[in-house]
């Protein structure tokens, strides 16, 4: 199956709802207004679309494969990260001082998703690589980022994200790799490291591993966790390589998806320690890695947007294509496409509505992140600061969930085909898989969510998000047709459920933490469905004013906002009645363990 | 994964809900009271969890295999399917007269649940003889009867039923197999079935295809499609298999799960011509393949419910084993197994309370089956059988859908491990998606529901199981306690959400079908929740009379029920609002087609 980027949506998205024209106003950023924008995404497009599209079926049939500790990727793989590397792309968003071409998020964004979309397997590989970047740039020494960002930006190594072992997954503070130091600077690293996302494979020179460890003398719990470099081949001081390290590819998993993509348990010192270096300070490894985490948890948001752009695009070409049965309504007295059925029209618009909201959603995000970091005015970043760490667990959370079951909707309307491989639907369905669970389950992002983003500070950011969603709310009440009353009903409901699960969890989170955290992931979802509900109000307003312009693209704007509210945001009220229970512990955890 | 049927819960529904003591009061039933119930679900549950759940894991790493037109199955299979056989439990349901043990449907649902729980690739070759079997009862001549009947039931012969071609799928009128008349009494069959489920196999003797085809002055559409029974190899007069018949497997599926169970392309004709016998008259295959289906459709609906408590029951051994993170509300200072915390305590109530109410349900209808069949009363028989007519879709469609998202939350459950083959979790994730979609897409059943079920009687048969829900809110009105408050504000609320459905889609249907037919599947998954959710409801009440005999299993059915409550009947609401649109054709289908 073929991946056309919906370039169209994605630049209507950055111009609209996201202000690319106020990014471009930041210091630093004047280059980056909607001229480069388009002409990047439409160059990111063209790249995913003809190069590596067509190799994601490849790498499902075709995996990676290990022998001998090493790992085979995909034949094609290597080529294709051959020009990912020489077309610039590892380097959008990273500083120009090391190589990159230092645009903003917002620009980066929509390169991420065409990336991911095309092929989300390969797509990891630079994935995590960003996040060594973001810790490099973050607590790496002068020398150390000399030494490896351009590297990375060139696309000769790449980087990886070492936390989990096989008794720490989503509880760090079980990690019990080690790191002794040597006394020369340097520390010798051993443990064993699971699920190590490219931890192993043949498209770069060398691979630089980011490993949570312990010292000696470290305390107990996450408190007691530092983060080394650790790179496969040692690197000398002019940047050439020096001996291989201590860290071997010891297996890849066999998995549901996402199979070209080397899932590695690596090895670290059995063969007389991993020479390893401390990145920042000791002990702070967990704060450094959170840092990548946002970034990476962002990008796994974006990866379910994107393969649920894919799942969609399949599905709507399927169901242009399949005829069987006459329409309901007797206009025709043949069979026609199953698309003017009008199930098979009820889920590719919810896949649609889904995929776009989430989209708005992630693409405004990721612009509050660019004025976190270049607005002139102290406060506002700040604010702009806050709002995107209230959205990171929710772009993540809520897009991943969401593209499970549009992967599964568009699995359904294949019917029978869709359940036989060869045709291609059923890939997503398992590629998607992972996308709540890694880089932090749906759960923890929730807790994420609830602790640090909407508690600590008193509910404040999540009552700022929905003041800006009643001015939205006003806006559609002076707006006709029944689109634009149906989305005001509708958001309307939905905020005074996300403002009421707010008020409830802010309330009772010190006295009855299990009700609050039972309703964890359904505030995570509510909030996710009234935040994407909420762009999709602001798209339909603007398509509405811009309508003559572009008929086409903007009434389709119009009619997925509408599906949205009426199918979607509806169930908002719902959502709210798991979270605020007059009785979540009882009705949660009410059962003793052996009841289950 | 070890599987053990829920022998209790089983029990509990067949005897409180669906009262299987009254379906021992009619004529012929007077042995199915509760102890022969109880003896045939407990040998079930042994022979199910000892001998054929351990083949699941085998099935999906050895799937099936085709070689030169034939097709070894999974090892262990065939040896299964002659325990299977000598066990006698091909027969439970049919009638003594030809080797049967003429049980009721109650008892051989929950017999069919375990059968499918444990092993769901090698229940498909059972359900379809089942299927056959029905056909053959139905329409089948008396000799038809005497030659293949007792085969089946013995489980010396299996059956398939070929419907789908590679242009007909859900539209049954596009079939073009056609069936020559030869003179003699019997047809020559010529054409390609796809997607026939046991099509070709090794464990049994002989292979029975029940065949949709076209004689040739036969009528376009639908009512030209007769039925005929196709062998494998020829039957001689005396039950003896004679020569090989000319219907060949070419092929079978590389499938996303089921694998185990062959799914064949089977070629009619290609060297002369395959012999085939009409069952009962021509024109009329459509309508015995109804009944066929209706059995089927049931039969795929446990299939839900099966998967559904066996990813359940492998989620809940995970989530007691699996050590990570202290309790959230601190109490205690250690790590804990992840059962204790909230959001896992969610997802495995969520799938149980699914799990429960859909079983409830789904043995609710079975019993009905049984009243409409054996009822002395005639008005009575025909309104548990307008019920039972009214409830197959929804068990199929709602059961269907439902295992799809709890086998989703069984991955989840399990974090990263979820992902990776050898743990099994993600088989149950593969395998579940078909179900929404054979034996008619869950578009079909939904369709089926609003057309044949609900408009067709002026909603008369909903309307009368509505005034039985009242009947179950009014006294859930007279209970004390929360659990039994939530259950009556959500009952209470589902219900009015389904009556106006209902009302809707009666008034609406003949002029605005596309706004109905845009609502069809919510309508489903609405009534499947108010439903599914009404028969918690009758259990909590049932539950909290008997609390004092066995705190620990009534306790945990209020617990659960109120979760339903909670957690499942509040969405009712909001899936009101994707039905009763003021504007369902606009939000639907207001895109014109190349706007996707």
């Not at 230092?102 to 092929?119: D, M, R, V, W, Y």
């Not at 967990?286 to 947007?305: D, H, K, T, W």
């Not at 752009?309 to 399949?322: F, G, L, S, T």
């Not at 389709?556 to 719902?574: C, D, M, N, R, V």
């Amino acid at each position: 199956m073929s991946y056309s980027a919906p370039v169209k949506d994605m630049l209507f998205v950055m111009k609209e709802l996201a202000d690319i024209d106020s990014i471009a106003a930041l210091p630093g950023h004047e280059d980056a207004g909607f001229d480069t924008a388009q002409a990047v995404v439409e160059e990111a497009a063209r790249f995913c679309g003809e190069v590596l599209a067509p190799l994601n079926v490849a790498g499902d049939r075709t995996p990676s494969a290990w022998a001998n500790g090493e790992v085979t990727t995909t034949p094609g793989f290597k080529a294709a990260f051959r020009q990912f590397a020489e077309g610039g792309w590892q380097g959008v968003i990273h500083p120009v001082d090391f190589g990159g071409q230092g645009l903003p998020k917002l620009i980066a964004t929509p390169c991420i998703e065409a990336l991911n979309s095309a092929n989300l397997s390969f797509a990891l590989c630079p994935l995590l690589t960003d996040g060594a970047i973001e810790a490099l740039l973050t607590a790496g020494s002068d020398e150390q980022k000399a030494l490896y960002l351009p590297k990375f930006i060139e696309g000769e190594w790449t980087g990886t994200m070492n936390l989990t072992e096989p008794q720490a997954g989503s509880d760090l503070a079980l990690v019990r790799t080690r790191a002794e130091p040597q006394g020369d600077g340097t520390y010798k690293v051993f443990g064993t490291k699971i699920f190590i996302t490219y931890g192993e494979h043949d498209m770069a020179k060398n691979i630089v591993h980011l490993v949570l460890a312990r010292t000696p003398d470290a305390p107990e719990g996450v408190k007691g966790i530092s983060l080394f470099l650790v790179p496969k081949f040692l690197v000398n001081e002019d940047g050439s390589l020096g001996a291989r390290n201590d860290v071997h590819c010891v297996s890849i998993e066999h998995k549901l998806g996402i199979k070209a993509s080397p899932t590695a348990v690596l090895q670290y010192g059995d063969h007389g320690g991993a020479i390893g270096y401390l990145i920042g300070e000791e002990n702070r490894g967990l704060e450094y890695m959170f840092i990548m985490m946002n970034a990476a948890r962002f990008a796994v948001g974006m990866q379910g947007v994107a393969v649920a752009e894919r799942a969609y695009q399949q599905a709507v070409a399927y169901a242009k294509e399949r005829v069987q049965s006459r329409p309901v309504d007797g206009s025709a007295k043949e069979p026609v496409t199953i698309i003017h059925h009008p199930d098979v029209r009820r889920m590719l618009s919810t896949m649609r509505a889904y995929t776009e909201g989430a989209r708005a959603l992630a693409y405004v995000a990721a612009a509050h992140s660019d004025f976190a970091h270049g607005h002139p005015d102290d406060a506002a970043r700040k604010s702009h600061q806050a709002i995107y760490e209230y959205l990171v667990p929710i772009v993540k959370g809520f897009s991943t969930e969401m593209s499970v079951d549009v992967a599964s909707l568009g699995v359904q309307v294949h019917g029978g085909m869709g359940f036989i491989e060869e045709t291609g639907a059923a890939q997503h369905y398992r590629d998607a898989r992972i996308l709540p669970i890694y880089e932090g389950t749906t759960a923890i992002q929730a807790n994420d969510l609830i602790g640090r983003k909407t508690v600590r500070d008193g509910g404040a950011t999540a009552q700022a998000l929905l003041a800006q969603i009643d001015q939205t709310i006003a806006a559609l009440a002076e707006a006709d047709g029944q689109p634009f009353k149906s989305m005001h009903r509708h958001l309307s409901a939905g905020s005074l459920s996300l403002a009421r699960a707010v008020e409830f969890i802010v309330a009772k989170f010190k006295s009855d933490p299990n009700a609050v955290f039972a309703g964890s992931v359904p505030y995570l979802r509510l909030a996710g469905i009234v935040l994407a509900g909420w762009q999709m109000a602001r798209a339909m307003i603007v398509a509405q004013a811009k309508r003559a312009n572009d008929e086409r693209f903007y009434s389709a704007k119009i009619a997925t906002a509408e599906f949205f509210a009426e199918h979607i945001l509806s169930l908002a009220p719902g959502i709210e009645a798991s979270i605020v229970s007059a009785n979540g512990r009882e009705g949660v955890l009410a059962l003793s363990e052996d009841q289950f």
